[in-house]
Structure formats: structure tokens, C-alpha cells
């Protein structure tokens, strides 16, 4: 079992910046994908980034390429989100998730954290 936690989230200006942690607890293989998602009021749960735990490989949404992150510490079991250069629209509450396959599909992830709230104010 699996169990993740969030930190780090909170309210800011547009242009400012925030970096989410995700504490994970339990055994996690280094064949494992960690992943950042994000859900607005009103809308679906849309992927962020990913990041293969034991290449270091990752992967952006196109919404967030250039300003975003993602990194991890596996000798802390730790993963982070930096987030540069907020717009109003990244406005969500993010989520990490651990799970076995390279996907921007919240199916393919069967471990997830309560979430963290981030607001951007305009």
C-alpha cells in the first residue's frame, strides 16, 4: 500500500511562483511512474507531468511546458512540482499519483494523495 501527501500549496499572484512536495509512504518500485494532476471547480482531472521514478524521464502538459517541474528524491520518497511564472488559469487543486504505466491518464494511477489548493490570483 501506498499512501501520498501533499504540501506546499497555497495563494499567490499571477507571475509568482510555489513548489509542491509529495511525501509517499509504503514500497514504491523504481519501474514506477510518479505524476502531478490538477483539477479546477467544474472540470475534469487533467494531467500536469509525470516523471519515470527510476530514469528520471518526464513529461509535460502543453499548458505547462516551460514553466513547471517536476523532480524527484527517491531516497526520501519524496516528489515536487516547481511552478514558475502562475497564470489565473493554473487555478486547481493538484494531486500526485503513483502508478505502474508512463500515462497522462488519472486511470492508469492507482495511488493518490488528498490534494493541495493552489490559487492564482490575476
Known amino acids: 500500500q501506498v499512501q501520498l501527501a501533499e504540501s506546499g500549496g497555497g495563494a499567490v499572484q499571477a507571475g509568482g511562483l510555489l513548489r509542491l512536495s509529495c511525501a509517499a509512504s509504503?514500497?514504491?518500485?523504481?519501474?514506477?511512474?510518479m505524476a502531478w494532476f490538477r483539477q479546477a471547480p467544474g472540470k475534469e482531472r487533467e494531467f500536469v507531468a509525470l516523471i519515470r521514478r527510476g530514469s528520471g524521464t518526464s513529461l509535460y502538459a502543453d499548458s505547462v511546458k516551460g514553466r513547471f517541474a517536476i523532480s524527484r528524491d527517491n531516497a526520501n520518497n519524496m516528489l515536487y512540482l516547481h511552478m514558475n511564472a502562475l497564470k489565473p488559469e493554473d487555478t486547481a487543486v493538484y494531486y500526485c499519483a503513483v502508478g505502474p504505466e508512463y500515462s497522462n491518464t488519472p486511470p492508469s494511477y492507482r495511488y493518490w494523495g488528498q490534494g493541495t489548493q493552489v490559487t492564482v490570483a490575476s
Open positions: 509504503g514500497r514504491i518500485f523504481s519501474s514506477a511512474v
